[in-house]
């Protein structure tokens, strides 16, 4: 289950270390405005798909199958598109369930 962590916790460590970039002037509005910090997705489905990482993550699919290389990435972007497609290839291929209601409900 990932969230964004309070922007209190930040705050320990960025009073000091590079408090004046631009990046950790915006957590510290935040901090200071008492408003969380929203979470802009880089990846989302549409509403009519569903979704969950828990059978993926016990049958060890590694990460980056689907996020792409994202431990070389400074800032994470969209390496692909999360296509029907690209859901149904790696599902046939290991057996998974491609029965349409496996991803819709
Ligand atoms: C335990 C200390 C610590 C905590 C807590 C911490 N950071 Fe950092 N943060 C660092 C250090 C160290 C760097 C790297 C500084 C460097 O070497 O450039 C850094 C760098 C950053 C940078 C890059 C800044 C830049 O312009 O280079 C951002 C953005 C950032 N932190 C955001 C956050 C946010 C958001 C939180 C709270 C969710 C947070 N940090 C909590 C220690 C911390
Ligand atoms: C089988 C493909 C797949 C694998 C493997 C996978 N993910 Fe995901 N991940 C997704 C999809 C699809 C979404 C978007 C879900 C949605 O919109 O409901 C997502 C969303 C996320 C998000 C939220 C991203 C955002 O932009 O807000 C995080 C964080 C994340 N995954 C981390 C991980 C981590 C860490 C691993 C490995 C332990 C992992 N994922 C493995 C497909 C995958
Ligand atoms: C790289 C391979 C891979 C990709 C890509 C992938 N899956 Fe999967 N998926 C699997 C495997 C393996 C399972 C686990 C089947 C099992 O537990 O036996 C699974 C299981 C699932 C399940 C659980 C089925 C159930 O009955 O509980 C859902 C839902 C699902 N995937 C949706 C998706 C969606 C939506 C996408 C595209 C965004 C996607 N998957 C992309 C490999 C993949
Ligand atoms: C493994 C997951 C998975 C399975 C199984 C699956 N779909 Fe999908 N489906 C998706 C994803 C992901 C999208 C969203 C694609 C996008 O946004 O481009 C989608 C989108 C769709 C759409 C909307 C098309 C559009 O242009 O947005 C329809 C209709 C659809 N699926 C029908 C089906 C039918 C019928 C089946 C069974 C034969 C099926 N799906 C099985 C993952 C799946």
């Given at each position: 289950m990932a969230s964004i962590p309070s922007a209190d916790r930040c705050v320990y460590c960025h009073d000091y270390i590079k408090a004046d970039a631009p990046e950790i002037v915006k957590v510290m509005d935040h901090y200071n405005g008492d408003k969380p910090i929203e979470w802009v997705k880089v990846f989302d489905l549409p509403d009519h798909v569903w979704f969950n990482h828990k059978r993926h993550i016990a049958k060890d699919?590694?990460?980056?199958?689907?996020?792409?290389?994202v431990e070389t990435m400074d800032v994470v972007s969209r390496?692909?598109?999360?296509s029907m497609g690209f859901c149904l290839a790696c599902h046939q291929e290991n057996e998974a369930p491609t029965d349409c209601w496996t991803c819709h409900t």
């Amino acid at each position: 289950m990932a969230s964004i962590p309070s922007a209190d916790r930040c705050v320990y460590c960025h009073d000091y270390i590079k408090a004046d970039a631009p990046e950790i002037v915006k957590v510290m509005d935040h901090y200071n405005g008492d408003k969380p910090i929203e979470w802009v997705k880089v990846f989302d489905l549409p509403d009519h798909v569903w979704f969950n990482h828990k059978r993926h993550i016990a049958k060890d699919v590694p990460c980056q199958k689907c996020h792409g290389p994202v431990e070389t990435m400074d800032v994470v972007s969209r390496t692909n598109e999360f296509s029907m497609g690209f859901c149904l290839a790696c599902h046939q291929e290991n057996e998974a369930p491609t029965d349409c209601w496996t991803c819709h409900t």
